[in-house]
């Protein structure tokens, strides 16, 4: 029984220039997915996405540019998908904006961050995921099939931990901006909601909330990170394949609407 297996699915993955976007990408191709790579306009190319275009071939994988937030840039991108191979049946809602630390200062008071930098946030990990699911959800809606995956976060469910960032060097002490979080927990409820109305026309919609992803995090970080984890240590990208998978395929056919939290049970104490 092949649960698993893309062959003949096409895929959308956003934010793919990204750090996690390659591990998307990757694991959809190795499926036999074909991918419709999106990241928005003037965002370089990463070395890793590279070496995926450099292995897979073109009728496999394709890189269009659309900015999350832009209707017209998705409808076009939408059209460039379609005529080079298909419609879409699986949709990665991956692209997100952060705040990292930074060690050389950085840090402020939260009543003074200022609401533009929070309606950013929000306009890009929450709107901009909602107006990619309009887009991409009405073509899936026509053909009557498709999963939608929402990438969320250990913050959709819990805050921060301001004790992570309290060995860095700044005055006021560095705090991950409270947006993030708030932005990432209104994915989860549009996710049911997606989930709800667009169930009777074939469509399943999920949240995946990685953990922290081991990348370049200092030291310190990482020890005080990895001791709230019961499994012990930050996640690695073999660790998000198996869950994406999942989710995309029919191996989760009559799961939808659910958070699957990828995070080592940090959310669980
Ligand atoms: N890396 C982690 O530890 C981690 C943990 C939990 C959740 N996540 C979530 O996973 C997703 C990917 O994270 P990442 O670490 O790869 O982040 P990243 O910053 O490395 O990549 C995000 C990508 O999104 C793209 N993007 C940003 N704004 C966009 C816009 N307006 N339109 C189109 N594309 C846009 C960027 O160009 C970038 O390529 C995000 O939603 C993030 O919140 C990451």
Redesign the pocket.
């Given at each position: 029984m092949d649960l698993f297996g893309l062959e003949g699915e096409v895929a959308v993955v956003?934010?793919?220039?990204?750090?996690?976007?390659p591990v998307w990408v990757e694991t959809l191709l190795a499926a036999g997915a074909c991918v419709y790579a999106?990241?928005?306009p003037g965002?370089p190319l990463s070395p890793e996405f590279a070496r995926l275009q450099d292995a897979a071939p073109p009728a496999q994988l394709a890189l269009g540019r659309?900015?999350?937030?832009r209707r017209g840039e998705l409808e076009e991108a939408l059209r460039d998908c379609r005529s080079r191979f298909g419609t879409p049946s699986v949709l990665v809602n991956?692209?997100?904006?952060?705040t990292p630390p930074s060690a050389a200062g950085g840090g402020r008071r939260i009543e003074e961050i200022p609401i533009e930098e929070t309606l950013r946030v929000f306009e890009?990990?929450t709107a901009?995921l909602f107006l990619c699911s309009q887009v991409f959800g009405a073509a899936m809606k026509e053909a009557g099939r498709g999963s939608i995956i929402n990438?969320?976060?250990?913050y959709a469910t819990v805050s921060p931990d301001a004790r992570f960032y309290d060995h860095l060097a700044c005055d006021p002490p560095f705090v991950k901006p409270p947006a993030?979080g708030a932005s990432?927990a209104a994915v989860l409820n549009l996710t049911k909601y997606l989930a709800t109305h667009w169930a009777p026309f074939g469509i399943r919609v999920n949240a995946l909330?990685?953990?922290?992803?081991l990348?370049g995090q200092d030291e310190d970080f990482r020890r005080k990170f990895c001791a709230r984890v019961p499994l012990g240590r930050m996640?690695v990208a073999d660790d998000l394949r198996g869950p994406l998978l999942f989710l995309a395929s029919r191996a989760s056919a009559y799961v939808t609407g659910v958070n699957l939290q990828v995070d080592g049970g940090f959310t669980l104490w």
């Open positions: 956003t934010g793919a220039l990204g750090k996690l976007g999106l990241d928005r965002q659309a900015d999350v937030r991956n692209a997100g904006v952060d890009v990990n901009g990438i969320g976060s250990l993030y990432k909330s990685p953990g922290g992803v990348g996640a």
